[in-house]
Each structure stands twice: as structure tokens, then as C-alpha cells.
């Protein structure tokens, strides 16, 4: 506890803006979330909004909470602390180091040997010829290139997915790329289902009201989801509420 207020003192005001500019993000954010709530137009769309909402106010009550603690610890703890007493400089050694007379310690001088002893010669030996132990390497094995997945094919031009392709078998976080652009476009989702033909469809993320030429649509993690067959589906969907029909990709989840 000492160490965190030693730690927090001195900085403590500064702490303030960072705290505030969370806040206003997740002001922000709720306000967002509760505008794509009135504009929304199917149950999955106000089920992903109100989930924002609630990520949002938690986080705003929890950055709330965090600068009431700043306050908090400014304007009482930091005063009832006497730092004389738990601040204390390091106490001296007990004990004296004697000083050092170099002028005793001095080396004493190294004998030098007569130049008129003549050094034996040493009698040279002779050296032995390594032996070289050669095998022959036994050659790679040949890699075989697995086969990419053709792309899905879909009847509108402005709803594709291009990668995965048809049948891909994935695994981790998966990139799903394609097109999303119609006339009149609003906005457009990514849903999961279960099996080839899904009787229920899942939003992956929330909606996106950019449209996308052939680029990243969005971002599957497949970690959690059991090993299995799976579909995943693209919604195109106009200013009046209309979509063509959605561009479907079968996947196979494998761990």
C-alpha cells in the first residue's frame, strides 16, 4: 500500500485527463450503440446493439470509479500520511573500513632469469593424419502442395466471399475476405451457422456500415468452436431494408 502511494503521489493530477478521456470514449461509444439501436432493423442488429450498450456503460462506470479513486486518494490519503515517518533515509554501516597503505602492499619485484642458461629445445612430435568419416546424405522428402479451396460461387456481383474458399479447412482466427457494395448500400454482416444448411444464423461481430472492395470483411476465431462443419453467410443490405441473396461459404473447423 506504501509503495503504491509513493508511487501514485507525485502523480496523481496528471492521472485525471487520462481518466477523463476514457470516459468520454465510452460516452461516446454508448451513444453510438444506442443509435445503431433505433436504426435497426432486424432482432440480431438490436441484439448486437445492446450488447455494445452494456460494454459501454461498464466501461464509463468503471473509469468513473477509477477517477472517484484518484480523488479519493489526492484529497485524504495523501494527507494523512506523515511521509517523515515511512520515508527514512538508508542507515550507515556499523562498522569502519580500515584505509589501505598501498606503499606496504607494493608487489615485490619478479627474479629475472640469466640470459647465459641456455632453454632446452623441445624435440618436435610427429602429427597425425585425421580420418575423415564420410556418409552419404539421404535426400529430402518431397513436399506436396495442399490445394487451395476454390471460391465460393454467389449470383451478385456486390456480395462475394472470396477467401475462405469453399470447403477450406480452418482453424484460429480466420480472414474473411471479399466484396460488400450495392446500390444504395446501408450496411452489411458476417453470420455463423451450424452445419451445411444452418436453420439459425449468428452475427460474428457488429454490423459495419462501410462498404468493401475486395478487402477484409471481417474476422472469425474459430479456437472456441468444435471441430465440424460450419457455414458462414454475407448480408448486403440497401436504405430501404431490401438485401439480394446472401453469398454462403461452407468451412470445416479443424484443432
Not at 593424419?129 to 506436396?144: E, H, L, N, S
Request: glycine share 8%.
Amino acid at each position: 500500500m506504501v509503495q503504491l502511494l509513493r508511487l501514485l503521489g507525485p502523480y496523481v493530477v496528471w492521472l485525471y485527463p487520462i481518466g477523463i478521456i476514457i470516459l468520454a470514449i465510452y460516452v461516446r461509444a454508448w451513444l453510438l450503440a444506442s443509435r445503431d439501436l433505433r436504426a435497426s432493423l432486424f432482432s440480431l442488429e438490436r441484439e448486437v446493439a445492446v450488447r455494445r450498450m452494456r460494454r459501454a456503460a461498464s466501461g464509463a462506470f468503471c473509469a468513473f470509479g477509477v477517477l472517484i479513486g484518484f480523488f479519493f486518494v489526492q484529497f485524504f490519503l495523501m494527507r494523512t500520511f506523515d511521509w517523515d515517518k515511512i520515508i527514512r533515509p538508508t542507515p550507515k554501516p556499523g562498522f569502519d573500513i580500515p584505509p589501505v597503505d598501498y606503499a606496504e602492499t607494493a608487489a615485490a619485484p619478479t627474479a629475472t632469469p640469466d640470459p647465459r642458461t641456455p632453454s632446452p629445445t623441445p624435440s618436435p612430435s610427429p602429427t597425425r593424419r585425421p580420418t575423415i568419416d564420410w556418409k552419404p546424405t539421404a535426400a529430402a522428402p518431397a513436399v506436396t502442395a495442399t490445394p487451395q479451396a476454390p471460391p465460393a460461387s454467389c449470383p451478385t456481383a456486390g456480395v462475394q466471399i472470396t477467401q475462405p474458399g469453399q470447403g477450406a479447412q480452418v482453424s484460429g482466427r480466420v480472414d474473411i475476405r471479399g466484396t460488400a457494395n450495392i446500390g444504395g448500400f446501408d450496411f452489411y454482416k458476417v453470420e455463423l451457422g451450424l452445419g451445411e444448411n444452418p436453420a439459425r444464423w449468428t452475427s460474428i461481430s457488429d454490423v459495419h456500415h462501410n462498404p468493401v472492395n475486395d478487402g477484409l470483411l471481417d474476422v472469425l476465431d474459430v479456437s472456441s468452436l468444435p471441430a465440424g462443419t460450419y457455414s458462414i453467410r454475407l448480408v448486403v443490405v440497401d436504405i430501404t431494408g431490401n438485401f439480394p441473396p446472401p453469398c454462403e461459404v461452407r468451412l470445416v473447423v479443424t484443432h
